[in-house]
Each structure stands twice: as C-alpha cells, then as structure tokens.
C-alpha cells in the first residue's frame, strides 16, 4: 500500500468510529456536487467513485488539482485544508486512466466551501473619542463604532450584534449610554440625558475676549477682597489652570468617561460566537443652549414695549442669532437682540392666537449654525375679555303634549371664547323670561348644562308655542339667548317601508366607497315637519364591519350608501336589516312594528385585485459597508386571489442593489458609499406573474450610515514663503467623512524636523512656520500627517517653497549662474531655425552662381566676332 493510503486509513478509522456511514460517500462516476467546509483537517475522505471498468487509476485537472487528489480506488480526498475567505468553491474534471490513456470521463466536480466561523470580528479603529454637550437627547447618537467580520455574510457567522460591556465610571450602576446592537450608533439614555454634567468652568459672553486678563477681571467680579498679585495668589492658579485644561481636553488622555464595547458575530445567540472590543473615550461639554420655555405672557398685558422675556446663550461665545416663527404667519411680535435677549414688542390676545413657537438660530460669521436650531414655546395666558355668545340666534325645540313631568326638551348651546376649563369660560344658565307667562312655571334649565326640562302637563290647545329669555353668564359678564319651544301632537303613528324586501343587489368589490346601492323609502301620517313624522334609518343587522351605512333627508327618502371598501375575500355577502324611527318617542301603547322594517341583500362579485405589499412605508439604515450579497430587506407582499407575485425594482440608480423576483429580497449588489449618496429612494413594485399589470408599488427610503472609509487630505499640496518676510503658512484639511469620523483634526510631521514646527489652530487648519532663519532659496518637501478624530490618517506630502519675493509678495527663483538647460521644444525650434537659414543660403548662392554664368556666356560670344 502506498503511503498515502496509509494516511486515509487514519479518517476512515475515525470515521467508522464516529459511526459515520461511509456508504453516503459513494456513488458512480458522473458530475457532482459536493459541500465540504472549510479548515477540514487533512486528509479527509470526501466522496467514492464507482471505479469503471478497465480504469487503473484517476487524473485531476483544473483549479483544484492541487487541492483534491484521487486514489487508485476512487476516493476523492482533501489534500490541502480550504479556505472560504479566498475561494467558495473548486470546479475540476476527473479523468479515468488507463496507464496513459483515458478510458473513462472526464466528469466534472464542484465542491462548495462551506463557511465556518474562524474569523472573529474585528473593529477598526479599536479606539474612538466623541464629545457631547450635556442634555443630549436619547434618541440622537453621538459616535458610532463598527467592525467586519471575513465570514460568509449570509450566513450567522458574519451578523454582528453590539453591545456595551462597561461604562467607566459607574458609580450607582447606572448606565448613561446606551448602543444599538445592530448599527453600533451610540446614544444617551433617559438617565444620561439628565445625569450627564461637565467640568465646571469660566463662561464667556459675545464678544469678550478669552485671555488671561479676562480671567482676571472675572475672578475680582467673583472673589472680592483682600488684593493679592495673582500669581501668588493659589486660587486663582487653580482656576486658571483648570480653566485652560479644560479648554484644550484630550478624550484619549482625561475623558470623563470610558465605554468598552463588545461586538459579537452569529448575533451573539451562541456560546460560540466570536467577539471584539472597542473602547471610546467620552468628554461632556457644557451646553449653554438650553430651551427657556414654555414661557407664559398673559394676553393684553400693559406696560412698556418691546420688553424682555427670555434669554438664550449659543455655546459659541461670539455666535450671531436669528429669530422666526415656526408657523410662518404675517403677524410676529418678537424680536431677539445680539445678546441673546429676546424681545416682546406688543401686546398679545389669546383669542388670536393662543400659542407662538420661536425658532432661534445660531450661527458663525461664515452663517453655519453653531447649535441646533432651538424651538421655544409662548404661551399666551387668558383674562377674562369676552362674553358668552348663543350658538344660534333663536333655538328651536319640540315636546309632545301630555308628556310626563321633567320629560326633556333640549339643550341650550352657548359658548365663550375665553380659555375653556377656567373660571372665566365656567357658563351660568337661568330662564329670566317666559311667553306667555303661567304659574306655576312650565320649564326649568339646569345651570351648568343648560338643558331644559317641562315641569308640568303641557297640552297644545292650551298653548302650542313658548318663547323663552334665558340668561348666560360667566364670572364678569353675561348675554340672553332666545329659546322657541313647540308643543307638537303625540306620535301615535310608526313609520311604514314602501318594499318589506328590496332585493339582491350585485356590486364588484372595487366599487368606490361613498358609492349608492339604492333608495329607500317609508312614510309617516304624523303632523308633519315635527320630530313625530321625521324619520331616520338605522342599520340593525347583517352589516359586519360597518360597510354600509344609510344616509336620510328626514322626510321618508334614504340612501344605502357605501362607507367603507368591499373585499369579495373576506365577505362577499351581507343580508341587511333597516329600521325606520322617529325622533321622538312613540305614544304609549304604540310599538314599531315589521312595517317599519326593511331587507335587502347585497352580494360583492370578485374582481382580479392588485398584489397587496403589508407594510405603507419602509427606512432602512445600514452602513456604507455593507457586505456585498447580504439581504437589506425582504418585502412581503400577498395576492388577494393566490396568484404567484413577483417582484422587481426601479430607482437606484447607482446600481447598488437588487431584488429576488421570487422572494422579495433586496441584496447589495456592488459597494456602496454614503460620500457619493447619503440618502436614496427606490420603489418596490409587487406583481401578478399571469398579469403583470395588476401591481402594487412601495418606497423604501434608504439611509447610509457613515463608516470610516476616509482619510482626511491636504486641501493644498504646496506654499511658499518669502526670505524678506518671514510668515507662517496655514494649511488646511478636509475629510469625506461625517462626525465623528471627520474632525477636529490633528496635525503632525511623520518624521520630526527641527527646522519646522506645526501648531493646531482649529479643528480643521493648523500653522507651518520655519524655527531657524533660512539662509539660501530651496524647496522642502515635508511629510505631514493629519488625523481624523477617530486616529485615522497618513502622510500628506507639502512642498514648501524659500524664494526671494517680489515687491508684490511674489516667489521669484533667479537660476544662481548655473548652467541654463532650455526645454526640448525650444531647442527643437532652434535647430529648425537653422537648418532653415542654411537651406535659405544654398539656394541664394546657388541662383546667383547661374546668372554670373550666362552673363560671362553673352561676353564671350559678343567679344568673338570682334576677335
């Protein structure tokens, strides 16, 4: 046996002894597909071929030749361990040799790599810093950390799920942040957003000047007495040095907090599951921005105007602010000052308007907001300004005669305009007046509701109309309202149907809502134009959910109307029941009968109805690395009939994702980048496969959730500087990336120069200037690093010119007496030139060599005849 079957003896044994069945792994020599996962010692049996006949051994050819090998009795085995990050799968042909000859195939094998999860997550950067004001709302992340994972990103191995492990300090045990496990965004919690506090310090104003003498003049304002030089004095070397620690605080070397943040791959559901750490170091600001309001301004306040009435501070001290109103109306009475006050500038009334929201800006003097916008709520106060006020000028009402004492007859309606649930809009009902008059009284109002009662036997021959004054008051002032009552004959008769059965009535089910079915009808022979003979129609059964409803005129004439969408699937039947009734009650003794009864049927017919997508609206977030294949969302759709729906999508234009037209899942299709587009919109359309035209579309919003794929960059690659007038050279950056993978950033030499320094100015420039006077002209090239705030970035190469300069601030290099080298054109053009002026020559010389020949030629035969 030859030394490799020695070493497939070892699987095989252990194979058996793990009661494996070999016998699965056999089959006869035709194309396969197999899965073996990956890091699978070696050797390892993957599968038995049927040895053909006359076939003495096996050829492997292909990508995975070297990979796969065969024995002589057909067994495909592992050779080399696989591995998924590189490749998922192998396709080679299998050969069946006879000595050199191939007697049998070739066949064709493909083996899927099968992921397994060997590859822990990991973060990049391992360290962020983040700054936060304090009250920083819950639902507003501040920094957000992320990590990949090299698995199979359909699978489990690669879903990451975050967490945080630790918060430094965390005195009460009680965490101030909080992180969402599935986008890694870090936010406030409800707790934090009213624990979190910042180091105290100095405030300063617009306009002031943060220097060590403003240091100073606040310290007298604030600690008066005794004088003492200020450099001998220990408070204020205390002040003033924690004030300038405070001012320049480094997350990574003094951070208020630390949190350890622990990400997990198979979603962190298993004992298995891999996991990373991150840490992020955490420095709370003071935040001056806070919202005064609500404030309350009691309406048609007197006094002096424009007046104060609140204040706000930008944590910029030198920030400019602006002031509109959220509603966007002609009339706005407020101002806001330079300092941040704002202003009142007339008078207001809460019956105009109860209630202003302000919108305040702060801003730089580059008009960027400093701070988010903030809005302030004015609340207008009430006094008591206005009187009662009747609903209508006279109200009606109706009672039958002879009904029983403290029968009802109606409710009075006035109203007053001041605030309700207060004193000043509290109404006061009592009858002042009654015509004709009678003893004893024959109505009573209740006072806080004002709804009127009989208080003895009425009978219509007695008299069949009262006028009533009732008095409405509130606690300053009152109004009289008039009030008709009728007395009407009883109402002895019901109401009667025209049909007992209206018939079937067939509908499609897409008929529009608000849609008449028919007309009904019923009569009734009490007095007319009385609550006796009005007549209204109810619905007392066979309407499941309220489809129909029944609209009347009063006198007899109703319309079955349809209030709400038909669906053949989930009714397609309703036998209704209508009632007929009066408004006031039946005489006694008198009982609605089957005549004031009516039935119909309507039947729904079914019609081919458009695929329905179960959800209205969709946003997703993911981030701008999102693995390539994996599914961002899966749209869910059902036909109301059972048709087979497909799927299809329009609107991405970058070409960045694609949906199964089986399944609805929407997949990354190429990287995306949140830099080229943040945002974007695309509409999922679900289909009838058998009638494409019945569809039905959503959109879903998509949101790229930064990662930090930039570095920041030198927005110049060069300067100069002029020998006469030595000045530092500001240089710039700018970073792709948003907060917090962008600025502030930090500036540094790759390697440290003695002849430079470089200082940090703001977050986004820094100050290049010389340390040694330069003594001759030249060009450095320096190699300038720039940070971003989570610590990313690499060398920017500069070019800094020393020149003379001109009297304009001009860079000048004069060539020092050294050698000149003209450009290849200019030379080319000189050789030109010359070969030119050569050619000129010749051709001149040659012309007047000619003509002093001919003229010697006439000489000489002029001079012979002579001779």
């Known amino acids: 046996m030859t030394p490799m079957v020695h070493l497939l003896l070892l699987p095989f044994l252990l194979s058996i002894a793990a009661g494996m069945d070999l016998e699965e792994l056999k089959g006869p020599f035709v194309d396969v597909t197999l899965d073996v996962k990956e890091a699978t010692p ?9 040895v053909p006949e006359g076939v003495t051994s096996f050829s492997v050819n292909g990508e995975g030749m070297e990979i796969f090998k065969m024995s002589k009795d057909g067994w495909l085995y592992l050779d080399k361990p696989l591995d998924w990050s590189q490749t998922t799968s192998h396709e080679f042909t299998v050969e069946g040799m006879a000595d050199e000859d191939a007697v049998a195939g070739p066949i064709t094998v493909k083996i899927n790599v099968l992921d397994v999860n060997n590859n822990p997550p990991r973060f990049n950067p391992e360290s962020y810093t983040a700054t936060i004001r304090e009250r920083r709302k819950p639902d507003d992340p501040f920094v957000r950390v992320s990590a990949t994972d090299q698995d199979d990103p359909t699978t489990a191995n690669a879903r990451l799920r975050y967490s945080l492990d630790s918060q430094i300090p965390n005195n009460n045990n009680i965490f101030l942040f909080q992180i969402d496990p599935e986008t890694g965004e870090i936010s406030t919690t409800k707790e934090g957003e009213e624990m979190l506090k910042a180091k105290p310090g100095v405030q300063f104003s617009r306009g002031e000047e943060r220097s060590i003498d403003s240091l100073k003049t606040k310290f007298d304002d604030y600690c008066p007495g005794e004088k003492i030089p200020y450099e001998q004095n220990p408070f204020f070397s205390c002040v003033a040095t924690q004030e300038m620690k405070r001012r320049n605080l480094d997350p990574l070397e003094d951070p208020d907090y630390i949190l350890l943040v622990r990400v997990q791959d198979q979603e962190g559901a298993k004992e298995t599951a891999l996991s990373a750490y991150a840490r992020v170091h955490i420095i709370v600001q003071p935040n001056l921005w806070v919202n005064p309001g609500p404030l309350t301004i009691e309406e048609n306040l007197k006094g002096d105007y424009p007046r104060v009435i609140a204040k706000v501070q930008s944590n910029v001290p030198d920030a400019s602010y602006s002031l509109v109103q959220k509603e966007r109306e002609l009339r706005f009475p407020f101002q806001i000052k330079e300092n941040g006050e704002i202003l009142l500038t007339e008078e207001l009334d809460r019956e105009d308007k109860d209630m202003y929201i302000l919108v305040v800006f702060a801003k730089d003097a580059n008009d960027n907001e400093v701070d988010p916008p903030m809005e302030i709520q004015v609340l207008v106060t ?9 609903e209508k000028e006279e109200t009606e009402m109706e009672i039958q005669e002879n009904e029983p004492m403290g029968s009802e007859v109606g409710y009075l309606e006035a109203h007053d305009d001041d605030q309700p649930g207060t004193i000043r809009s509290l109404l006061t ?7 004709p008059p009678s003893s004893p009284e024959s109505f009573s109002i209740d006072q806080t509701s004002g709804r009127i009662q009989a208080v003895r036997l009425l009978q219509r021959k007695e008299q ?7 008095k409405v008051s509130d606690s300053d002032f009152s109004t009289i309202c008039k009030v008709i009552i009728k007395v009407i004959g009883v109402n002895k008769e019901e109401p009667v149907f025209e049909e007992s059965y209206y018939g079937n009535h067939s509908l499609p089910e897409d008929t529009e809502v608000g849609s008449t079915v028919l007309t009904i009808k019923a009569t009734d022979t009490d007095e007319p134009d009385t609550g006796s003979s009005y007549i209204r129609f109810d619905i007392s059964s066979g309407n499941e959910g309220d489809v129909f409803t029944v609209e009347s005129d009063g006198k007899g004439v109703g319309y079955v109307v349809i209030a709400k969408p038909l669906d053949f699937e989930s009714h397609s039947t309703f036998d209704l029941q209508i009632d007929a009734r009066n408004t006031e009650p039946l005489k006694s003794g008198v009982e609605y009968t089957s005549k004031s009864t009516t039935t119909l049927t309507v039947t729904v017919n079914n019609v081919d109805e458009a695929p329905e997508i179960t959800m209205d609206s969709v946003d997703v977030a993911v981030p701008e690395n999102f693995t390539k294949g994996s599914v961002l969302l899966k749209v869910n759709a059902q036909d109301p009939e059972g048709e087979e729906i497909g799927f299809k999508l329009d609107g991405d234009d970058k070409g960045w994702l694609e949906i199964n037209p089986a399944t609805g899942e929407i997949k990354t299709k190429t990287k995306m980048d949140r830099e080229t587009l943040e945002t974007f919109d695309v509409t999922v359309t679900a289909f009838e496969k058998n009638n ?9 919003h998509v949101r790229l959730l930064d990662v930090n794929d930039n570095v920041p960059k030198l927005t110049k690659s060069n300067g100069f500087i002029c020998m006469q007038n030595i000045k530092p050279l500001i240089i710039e ?17 790759a390697r440290k120069s003695p002849n430079w320094k470089l200082t940090n100015l703001d977050d986004s420039s820094a100050q290049l200037q010389l340390t040694k006077k330069p003594v001759k002209e030249g060009t450095y090239i320096l190699q300038i690093t720039v940070k971003d705030r989570a610590g990313m970035g690499i060398p920017n190469p500069f070019e800094v010119k020393i020149c003379n300069c001109t009297t304009f601030g001009y860079c000048y290099l004069p060539p020092h007496g050294k050698s000149f080298k003209p450009p290849m054109g200019l030379t080319v053009g000189i050789l030109v030139g010359v070969l030119g002026f050569c050619v000129l020559l010749f051709i001149i010389v040659v012309k007047r060599s000619s003509k002093n020949n001919n003229n010697n030629q006439r000489e000489d035969g002029e001079l012979k005849p002579m001779m």
């Open 42 to 50: 070696v050797p390892y049996p993957v599968h038995q071929f049927e």
């Open 382 to 390: 009430d006094v008591n300004d206005n009187e009662p006020v009747c």
């Open 429 to 435: 009902y009592t009858i002042s007046s009654q015509d």
């Open 464 to 470: 069949n109309i009262y006028n009533l004054d009732v």
């Open 692 to 700: 494409p035209d019945k569809s039905s579309e959503r959109v879903v």
């Open 733 to 749: 950056a700018n970073d792709a990336d948003d907060d917090p993978f962008s600025g502030p950033f930090t500036f540094s030499f």
